[in-house]
């Protein structure tokens, strides 16, 4: 039975619980730290500016389809919602669930957890966070302001990719440190590919920068069987993947990708970016292509595309 309060904030370098000190802020009795508290946010660290302006374009608050849409949703394989039906297949019911990097949260983690914490640098987004989770805090993702095994599962979307390599084994420790023996970690996971397009778009080492890496800051990107490797040293063992977007592109990705210099260094690059502007202005297409390509995600792309052509992957394990 999960206690109905959040788990209780320590002191990240002394994990000695804080004292209110005053009227809002928390001290640490031990090292005498002083963490300042605003409008019901903790602030263990400042805010990073790239993730300000980051989250403030692309992390609104990822509401659940609700209704008949949400009904359809359900059984239609549409590629646009594939995460969506991975959480809801992977979050389990109850129990204390953290978001690392939780941005402004995701309604199914709120529908699903017995209570949500978020963890984030970036302030502005953590001002909506809070009034859907129990708990935001601001807050590097190493070390955690937690105690040991408090949470039932911990959860990551789109956070994994973005943390530098030498960071990733500290964060990966302490994700595992506040999960209990035999919670969940549940994640979404950008990662570097042996995808053939993605080769393609190598072989300009500059514009593979600049178009797939820099504009979503994915400076930690590594390959699938390298970070389910990473997980496991950790203590956090493998029990589900599905391998995302390991075989045709999706017209979004074309434009997002190769609707730019790319298309000078070669004509059939050229042609299926304007091939897919074409489906993407037409409602009836990219419906047809949403399902299409959602269908051949469930079959092709879990049994017969190689794990390290994923570009990013949907990843659980059970801490052991
Ligand atoms: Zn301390």
Known sequence: MSSPHPPRLVC?????????????????????RRVPVFDDIPAFCDSDPFYE???????????????????????????SWREWRFWRRYVPRGGWLLDLGCARGRQVFAERAGGSVGIDTARNALAEC?????????????????????????????????????????????????????????NVIETDSLHPLVGFAKKWPDLYRRHFVEPDGHVGLELPTAVIARFERHGMRSVACWKMEAGPFHPRQWVKHFDNEYRERSAGVASAVERSRRILAQPALLAAAEVGLGMVHYTAGQWRYPLDHAQFIAAVFEKT
């Open 12 to 32: 990240p370098a002394c994990r000695v619980p804080l004292d209110r000190a005053g009227a809002v802020d928390l001290d640490c009795p031990e090292c005498g």
């Open 53 to 79: 302006t980051y989250t403030g374009h692309h992390a609104p608050y990822h509401l659940s389809p609700a209704g008949l849409k949400g009904a359809v949703l359900r059984w239609l394989p549409y590629w």
């Open 130 to 186: 809070a009034r859907h989770y129990r708990l935001a805090v601001q807050s590097g993702l190493a070390p955690l302001p937690f105690e040991d095994g408090v949470f039932d599962v911990v959860v990551t979307s789109h956070v994994i990719g973005h943390i530098p390599a030498a960071e990733k084994d500290a964060v990966l420790a302490e994700m595992a440190r506040v999960l209990r023996r035999g919670g969940r970690s549940v």
